[in-house]
Each structure stands twice: as structure tokens, then as C-alpha cells.
């Protein structure tokens, strides 16, 4: 997935001399977001290549890969830890875990990529809709359901009985 940030062309109002596009690209395991990069400097290329004018005034590339947030990263199911936090949410909420990849830069990648060692994943009340927004908020409801979790999978990663 490949969106178009913001493009810039610095004042309004004005014939810009240059403009600026920024991108982000969601990167998926497996993939390296310089290979990412590389791909879509080509695609951008091959089409300004057509035109005579932008043959001549190639565009100039310069791209941010944020370190460990830019590499993807997931855990397997299977992994020890992913077993005993389903096992909590069915126990706290009496229904199923249901996991699910999450397309989004966060500290999970950070952690992963660092030392692939440390279990893992992302979980936590409310709504990926009203995050990092201006009205954010969290149901108590959800809060209180969230740490009855927790609470219950820390348990039993220690072998609390």
C-alpha cells in the first residue's frame, strides 16, 4: 500500500519552481522498504521517461526510511506468548481471539526488529478510529476489561496457577 502524504510546491499562489510529494508505504514482512523505495523511484521514472520535458528535469529522489519503524514485523501464532494472551481474552470476555495483521508504524516493530527475541504483539481498549485523534477517548468500560487481561495473561506467562 502506497499513499500520497502531502505534496508541497512551497507558497500558494505562485508558479513553484520545484515541488515536493511525500509518500508513505506500508511495508509487509518480508519486504525491505529499500526494495519498497527502489520500486517506486522506477514506477515514477518509466513515467516521466514519456514525457520530453521531464525526460529532461528528472525528478530527484530522497527517501526516509525511519529505522525500525520502517521494517515490518510480525509473531507467529504459535509463539508461546500469542497462546497464553488468547487464552486470557477467552477466559476475561468468554469469547475467541481473533488475530489480525495491523498496518500502522509502532513500538512492536522497534522491539522485533531489535532483538527478535522479545515476544511481541499489539492489544488495547478503544477504537483504531479514535486514536490520535482530536477528541481521542477510551471507554472505562473497555479500560477495566483491558487490565482483567493483562492482569490474567501476566499470570499465567508466570505460571501463576
Known amino acids: 500500500m502506497v499513499n500520497i502524504m502531502r505534496a508541497d510546491n512551497g507558497n500558494i499562489g505562485r508558479i513553484p519552481g520545484?515541488?515536493?510529494?511525500?509518500?508513505r508505504a506500508a511495508v509487509m514482512p518480508g519486504e525491505d522498504p529499500k526494495r519498497i523505495a527502489d520500486a517506486m523511484q522506477?514506477?515514477?521514472?518509466?513515467?516521466?521517461?514519456?514525457?520530453?520535458?521531464?525526460?529532461?528535469?528528472?525528478?530527484?529522489?530522497?527517501?526516509?526510511?525511519?529505522?525500525?519503524?520502517s521494517y515490518p514485523a510480525e509473531i507467529s501464532e504459535t509463539h508461546e506468548s500469542?497462546?497464553?494472551?488468547?487464552?486470557?481474552?477467552?477466559?476475561v470476555t468468554g469469547n475467541a481471539a481473533k488475530p489480525?495483521?495491523?498496518?500502522?508504524?509502532?513500538?512492536?516493530?522497534?522491539?522485533?526488529?531489535?532483538?527478535?527475541?522479545?515476544?511481541?504483539f499489539?492489544?488495547?481498549?478503544?477504537?483504531?478510529t479514535q486514536a490520535h485523534t482530536e477528541d481521542e477517548y477510551v471507554p472505562v468500560d473497555q479500560v477495566v476489561k483491558t487490565s482483567a487481561i493483562l492482569a490474567d495473561f501476566?499470570?499465567?506467562w508466570c505460571g501463576v496457577e
Open 100 to 120: 489480525a495483521g495491523f498496518v500502522s508504524p509502532a513500538d512492536m516493530q522497534q522491539l522485533l526488529n531489535i532483538d527478535p527475541r522479545t515476544p511481541t
Open 82 to 91: 500469542v497462546k497464553l494472551f488468547r487464552d486470557s481474552i477467552g477466559a
Open 42 to 69: 522506477e514506477v515514477i521514472l518509466s513515467v516521466t521517461d514519456t514525457d520530453p520535458w521531464l525526460a529532461k528535469e528528472r525528478p530527484e529522489f530522497s527517501w526516509i526510511i525511519l529505522g525500525g519503524r
Open 154 to 156: 501476566i499470570l499465567r
Open 18 to 23: 520545484r515541488a515536493q510529494v511525500w509518500t
Open 122 to 128: 499489539m492489544f488495547g481498549p478503544g477504537s483504531i
